[in-house]
Structures are given as C-alpha cells and as structure tokens.
C-alpha cells in the first residue's frame, strides 16, 4: 500500500501533487532549516481513496497518522491530549494548485475542558488559553460541525454589548470563559482530541465539494479530480501578547512588482485576524521598531525564499512571545502589471530565463496593459480614498450583495460591489462586477487578493466610508451618501472613489511590457496578424505587432452612410447594366480603401477576402429607410419592397453568401479584384510594398474554387496587361465549411493559403446558430454539456480534427501551401496553442488582442501550462 502519511522531513516543493502546494512547501522551508512547526501531511491521493470509497477513511489511515503523530510529539515536546503538557494542531488543507481562502483551516485542535484549563496553568495565562478555546470551538462547530459561524459571532456581539465591551481586547479570560458556556449549547462537540482530529481530516477531504471550491475551480481551470491533501501542523501563537503576533508578506510588491519588501502585521493576533480584515494591519515595518531582530530575520528568510523558489512569494508567519515562524510560501499572485515587471526584472537579475519569464505571465496578465485606466484630469468629486488592491478603472451602479450583483449584471448593467469585507461565499458576485469597494480588509484581505486574481479593479480598506446595507446606502465621513443604483467610478490603481462616470483613457503600455513582447517575437514560431478593414485599425494592429492583416471583411467597407445606398442599389439592380453601373461606383471606394490598407502594412501581407455580405443585413427594411432610399437611387418603393421581398431566406446563415455570390454575380468579383489589383499598382507606383491575397469564402468544392479563380485571373489580367510593375498576389480561401475542410486536399491543387474561418466551421459543425445560440449555450454550460463555449475556445475534438485534416491531406498535395486562422478563436490563448501545435503558419485577431496572441503564441512555444 502507498504511503499515505509524510513528516514535514519527508517531502519537498517537487512534491506538490501528493502533498499539497502548502504541504510540499512546508517540507521544502522544513528542509531549508527555516523554523517551521512540525507536523505531517496525509496525501491528496488518501482523498481520492476517501471519495473513491463513498468518503469513507481508509481503515489503517488512522495507525498510520498515529505513528507520525508520535513523532511530532517528541520533537515538540508535548503531547496531543495531554493536560499537563497539551500539544495543539492546525488541520489545512492543501490542493496541489493553490485555491487561496478556498478551504478550510482549524485551528487549536486538540482542547477540551480539561486541557484548556491545563493549557492556562502551563503558560500561566488563562486568558489566552480560554481565547484559543473559543476559537476553536467556533471553528470546529463551523467548519466540521456544519453550524453557522455567525450564531458564534452574534452572541459575542450580544455578549459585549450588555457588558459595555467594544473590543476583544477587552474581553477577559471570565468572559471568554462565559462566551464558551454559551458556545457549548449551541453545539454538541466532541471533547476527545482524537474524535477531533478524524473528523477534521473528513471535513477538509469534504470541503473539495463546497460550493465556493467548485466554483474557483471552474473559473481557474482546475481539474475536479485532484483531491487535497491535509497538512497537520503543530500550533503557534501569534496572540500570546504583545511580543506576538501575525503577519503576512510578499517578496515583491504584487501591485505594481517594484522590487521592495512589502507585507502587514498585526500585534498580538493570530494569523486569521490579518487575512479576513477584521482588524486593519500596520505596515511590517512596524515591526522593525518593536522587534528589530525579528524583522531582520524575517527580511533575511524573504530573500532567502525567493532566491530559493525563483519566484516572487506571499508568505505567512507568526511571532510567539519573541520567536519567529514560519507558516507557509507560496508563489504570490499580483497584478497584471506587476507580472511583468517581475518577470522582467528577475530575468535581468539572472534568477530566470526569458522563456520562463514568459511563462510567468499569463495572457490574462497582459489584459492589465490593455485595460482603461480613470483619466487623471478628469477626475473630480473624489469622495472618499481607501487602499489601492487592484488596478484599473471601473464605473458602475452601487449594489451590496453578490445576489444584487448577479441580477443588474443579468439586465446589462454594469455594477459596483460595496461590501463592508468579502467571503469566499461573494465570489460569484465578485466575478460580474466592473468593480469591487470594501470599507474593511488590507492589500492581503480576501477581496483584495481574489479581485487582483480575477483582474477586477478593486479598492479595499476604505474606512472613509460606512455601509448600511439595511438602507441600501453608503455615507462616506465628508457626508456624502450613495444609495443603491447611484453610479459611482473606482480608481484601483490610486484607491480612490468618485461620484458619476468618469472618463477612462486608453490603457497603456510599459517599457517592461514592451521588453516581454519583444522576447515573445523571438521565442515565438506562429505569426500574428490582426482582423481589420479599416486604415485606422490596421496601424493599431500594426502598432502593436502586427505582422499583416488576415482578414479585411470588405463588406465591412460599404457600411458607412454615404456608400450603403450604392450598396443597397447594385444588391437590387434587376440586371447587370444596372449592376455595373453601381459596381463602378463602389469600385472607386473599394480601390482607394484597399490602397489605404497596402499602405499602412506596406511590406506585409494583406488579406482581402470577397464580399460575403448577409444580404438581409443590408437591405433596408424600414418605411422611412425604404422611401429614403427610393428618392436617393430613383427606384419606386414598390420595386423596392418586391425585390426585397423576393430575396427574404429562410436561412440566412446557410444562404446566399460568399462565394455563392461569384457564382451568380461574377462581375461583383471581378469588380473587387480590379480594386485590389488596381489599389496594388498604385500603391507600388507611389514606392510602397503591396502583398495582396485574394481570399475566396465559404467555398465547398474544388469546382467553385477553379470557377472563381478564372474570373479572378481574368480580372488581374485586365488591370496587369500593358504594365511592367509586377504585383505578388496569392489566391487563397477560407475553410468554413465541413466539407471544404474535407476536401482540402482538392482545394490544395487551386489555392496557395488555406486560412481557417472557425467561426462559421464551429456552427457548421455543431449546428449551433451564431446568432441565436444565445438562447441555449448559457444552459448547455450550466448543465455541462459543453465544456467551453466552442465560439470563444476552439473544440478541438471536433473542428480541431476537421482542421487536421484539412492540414495534413492538403500539405501531402502541395507541401508549400500556408495556414492561417481568423474567427474569434485567434485571439484565444488555448485556441492559439492548439494553432501552433497544429503548425499553422499565422492566427490573425482583432488589433487589441495582438500583443495578447503574441505572447500566447510564445508560450504555445516555450512550454505546457495548466492555466492555458
Ligand atoms: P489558507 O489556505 O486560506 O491560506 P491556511 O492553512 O494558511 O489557509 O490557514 C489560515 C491561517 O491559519 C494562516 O494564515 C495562519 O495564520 C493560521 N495557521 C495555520 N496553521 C497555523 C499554525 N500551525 N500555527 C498558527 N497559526 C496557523
Ligand atoms: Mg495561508
Ligand atoms: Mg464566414
């Protein structure tokens, strides 16, 4: 049988898939020689065996635990159940990728009456020995028990105020002694140690299956399966007195990655009461001054951490009367922002590789740069300013429960979540919100650390105001009040808070950022193109690394008022004199357009793809549209109404569109090349470097492709005939539908780039209308039937494989042929990996999401990531 026990000396960081990422770390501080309590861990495959057994404890489990247990006791020097010499556990739990605040912790674990009074006369101080009771008693009750924690805290809340007591400091060993008897007939709990001990290793097996950890896990991506370990440590006392206390720290600054020690403390206070914000911590530089020896052996075991793990950490430790400990190291989670500076740094620093400097930051990270900031001239009625946790700026309507949150996000609104602190029970409204303020709670808090995970602005520990969720409303100490649905702006980067919508500016880039892409282009093999039609998006695109544009939707180019009449008119010309007439005015639009786009990407590829207009998009359909549009093109609006009427499909989507267009209407395609071709010519006149592809869409058959490229020939040869400047045209398609995928290798004989339209493959595949699945993929998701929404993130399993084919059977024909890929799925990290593995040659997505796709594509290329 598999060892399901390890002493803290038994594992190390290598080992976080069995015992845990807190466990292994634990092993790995252990075996540095830093001063860690003892204790063991019981492996997270002890949990699958638990789940697997219709959680049900292995039956030797408890032997095995046991002998560890021995040991801990000998090296501690005291003994779990013991009065005289009580030794106390901390049950964590543990999964081997962090989910932080997700699980459950005990505390205190192993007092009873009996030892607890033992506990007073050992250390000589009742009131803290009966404190640490009570806490554990909540706790327990709480978290193995199943017993609402708040009856625990209303009853103290009743307890000190019949007897005039604010604080808990003021609380005496009797009170806490009096809180306890009361306590006890709320709850029926065990006195054994023993008894407590099991039953706390089955309910941090159980809190796998809390709501709250399911739902991180979805969001983070992480697999159901893992189980979590649990890590049994012997306690330490952080609230023992004044020279006690607790604290939490990171190697770096996680908001903006400055390279400076950066933590909070409190005096005389356990672990808990810095994270859940009840209380609002000191900067640990407090500590220098009241314990200077500490804090330098803090500073040193920080920079002896993160030299070790090659990583910015977040480190908890706890200070009992004068002796310093440390009770976990991990790696820190911070700011898109501060992600790369991080990154950067330590890669100059020599800590790290380039390449894992661009795994250290996820795609998600990189939204930080691209996000709106609050325009600082902009700003005015700043009505109060509370800690800056998470950056960015966001305006939305004042709501005060995730409940509220999820609702106004549902109508289309966008909201602020004002909360007094944050629980883990808040995250779904957390994760709707443009925005998140709490009047409680430091930088490390649980609002502050999940808003920064998550890359929502956040403002936490702003004490200027007070919440008074009865009412609905907040005033803030200027006496300003804000009631539910005002609208309010939050600047997470600066912490303040503003009455109305404030303006944004446009996100901005960093030396640091610039530096990382520059790095990403050099590790990267996939090239990256933007989607963008018009001269002003496409130097965005290029602006941010643009290597070309893979798509220009030249139906997009007609949509302005002054050319959707043209539009409309050559749509209902009634033959092809009419046509004509109207094709020859959107050919001097189409021409100069196309010259503007050659321009801006002068020397890099250009992909132009045919009118594939919804032709019921264009059409006018209103009385007034229609009669404006009679008067504008001299045509009855009866005719109008006819011809419109004439062309209504019951299946749009499946229609008239696309290549289906050059079939019927070859002088459309032949009016579009001669733009393109035209557009090429002068643009090389004028000293500029056209590359233009002619992409044809929607095509399923070999025979569609040969009809359409002769018209295209033809059409180049009309414009070429007579001049010396010679133009490098490719002709390529778009594969979107199922069989043009499958017949690739037919395709492969005509076309010289193959570039993937996932949008409409994904709906041709599925079935699954682009524009109404809006009604049914919320329940498919809900219900899991689908993993992901297979228009954002690409379903490999099927499309995957329709590429794959296509790929693999049209390079067996022509080995030279290129590859690309522009529906949504381009921008999309995971899509994006999938693309380079498939060896495709360039993704192309909207201009925003160009540095995005950059650095995906290097990751794609540099290593495996889970979080991908
Ligand atoms: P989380 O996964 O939410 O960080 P932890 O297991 O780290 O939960 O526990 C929460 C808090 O409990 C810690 O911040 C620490 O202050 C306290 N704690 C855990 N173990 C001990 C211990 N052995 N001695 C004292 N305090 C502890
Ligand atoms: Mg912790
Ligand atoms: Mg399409």
């Known amino acids: 049988m598999a060892k399901r026990v390890y002493l803290f000396n038994e594992g190390s960081k290598d080992d976080r898939e069995l015992l845990g990422g807190k466990g292994a770390n634990l092993c790995e501080m252990t075996n540095l020689g830093l001063p860690v309590p003892y204790g063991f861990i019981i492996t997270t495959s002890t949990c699958r065996e638990y789940f697997k057994a219709g959680n049900r404890l292995p039956a030797l489990l408890e032997q095995e635990y046991r002998v560890a247990l021995d040991i801990v006791e000998k090296k501690m020097g005291a003994r779990f159940g013991d009065p005289e010499n009580p030794l106390l556990f901390s049950v964590r739990s543990g999964a081997p990728v962090s989910m932080p605040g997700m699980m459950s912790t005990i505390l205190n674990l192993g007092l009873n009456d009996e030892i607890t009074e033992g506990l007073a006369i050992k250390t000589g101080n009742a009131r803290f020995a009966y404190d640490s009771y009570r806490r554990f008693i909540s706790m327990f009750a709480d978290v193995v ?106 190697t770096r600054n996680p908001s903006t990655g400055e390279h400076l020690f950066f933590g909070e403390f409190l005096f005389n206070a356990a672990g808990e009461d810095v994270v859940s914000g009840v209380r609002t911590p000191l900067p640990v530089e407090a500590l220098k001054e009241r314990q200077p020896d500490i804090y330098d052996q803090l500073f040193r075991t920080q920079v002896l951490l993160e030299k070790h793990y090659r990583d910015m950490q977040d480190i908890e430790f706890t200070i009992q009367e004068g002796v310093f400990y440390m009770l976990q190291t991990r790696s820190g989670k911070r700011t898109g922002r501060a992600s790369v500076k991080i990154a950067v740094d330590m890669v100059k620093e020599g800590l790290i590789t380039e390449s894992e400097a661009l795994m250290r930051v996820s795609p998600d990270h990189v939204e930080a740069f691209l996000h709106p900031m609050v325009d600082p001239a902009a700003k005015t009625d700043i009505i109060a300013k509370g800690l800056p946790a998470s950056p960015g700026g966001a305006t939305g309507r004042v709501v005060f429960s995730a409940e509220e949150a999820e609702e106004e996000v549902a109508k289309g609104h966008r909201v602020i979540l004002v909360r007094r602190e944050t629980t883990p029970e808040d995250i779904h409204g957390m994760k709707v919100a443009a925005g998140v303020l709490t009047e409680l709670g430091g930088m490390t808090s649980h609002a502050a650390v999940v808003a920064r995970g998550m890359g929502v602005c956040a403002i936490t520990g702003c004490a200027q105001i007070s919440i008074n969720y009865a009412e609905g409303l907040f005033t803030t100490h200027a ?113 100069a357009d196309i010259l503007q786009l050659f321009k801006v990407m002068d020397g890099l590829p250009v992909t132009v793809r045919l009118l594939d207009p919804p032709l019921h998009e264009f059409l006018p359909s209103s009385d007034e549209d229609i009669a404006a549009l009679a008067s504008h093109i001299g045509k009855p609006e009866t005719k109008i109404r006819q011809i419109t009427e004439s062309m209504k499909e019951v299946n749009p989507m499946l229609g008239f569109r696309g290549c289906r267009l050059s079939v019927v209407y070859p002088e459309i395609t032949a009016m579009q090349v001669r733009a393109i071709i035209t557009a090429a010519v002068e643009a090389t006149e004028q000293g500029f470097k056209p ?178």
């Open 691 to 868: 590359f233009p592809e002619i992409m044809i869409p929607l095509v399923v058959n070999v025979r569609e492709i040969r009809l359409i490229t002769d018209i295209i020939e033809q059409a180049i040869r009309e414009v070429l005939t007579g001049k010396t400047v010679s133009i490098p045209y490719k002709i390529g398609t778009m594969v979107e539908t199922p069989r043009a995928a499958l017949s690739a290798d037919r395709l492969a004989e005509v076309v010289e780039f193959m570039s993937f339209g996932t949008n409409d493959l994904t709906q041709m595949t599925y079935g699954f209308s682009r524009d109404d699945v809006g009604r049914f993929l919320p329940a498919y998701l809900a219900k899991k039937l689908v993993e992901n929404d297979p228009f954002v993130s690409l379903d490999q399993r099927a499309v995957g494989r329709l590429m794959q084919i296509a790929v693999t059977e049209s390079r067996a024909r022509k080995p030279g042929i290129k590859y690309g890929i522009c529906g949504e799925h381009g921008g999309d990290p995971r899509s994006i990996r999938f693309c380079h593995e498939l060896g495709l040659d360039y993704v192309s997505c909207s201009p925003y999401r160009v540095p995005i796709a950059r650095i995906a594509a290097a990751r794609a290329n540099v290593g495996e990531d889970l979080q991908d």
């Open 145 to 250: 028990m199943g017993v609402d924690g708040q009856k625990f805290e209303h009853e103290i809340h009743q307890y000190k105020a019949t007897h005039g007591k604010t604080f808990d400091v003021e609380m005496s060993a009797q009170d806490w002694q009096e809180i306890i008897r009361i306590y006890k007939t709320l709850v029926d709990f065990p006195e054994d140690p023993f008894t407590q001990l099991k039953m706390a290793v089955e309910a941090v097996f159980m809190s796998w299956h809390t709501p709250r950890a399911i739902v991180y896990r979805e969001m983070a991506n992480i697999p159901d399966t893992l189980g979590t370990a649990v890590t049994v440590q012997a306690m330490v006392f952080g609230n023992f007195g004044d020279d006690s206390g607790s604290g939490v720290a990171f």
């Open 479 to 591: 006496g300003v009040t804000v009631r539910r649905d005002d609208v309010i702006t939050l600047d997470g980067t600066t912490g303040e808070v503003m009455l109305g919508d404030i303006p944004k500016t446009e996100a901005s880039s960093s030396d640091d950022f610039q530096t990382l892409l520059t790095w990403a282009d050099k590790h990267r093999r996939l090239k990256v193109r933007a989607n963008a039609e018009t001269p002003t998006d496409a130097a965005k695109a290029r602006e941010l690394g643009a290597e070309g544009i893979g798509l220009c939707r030249t139906e997009h180019m007609f949509f302005d008022a002054d050319r959707i009449d043209v539009m409309r008119a050559m749509i209902l010309a009634e033959d092809l004199e009419e046509r004509q007439k109207y094709l020859d005015i959107l050919f001097g639009f189409q021409r």
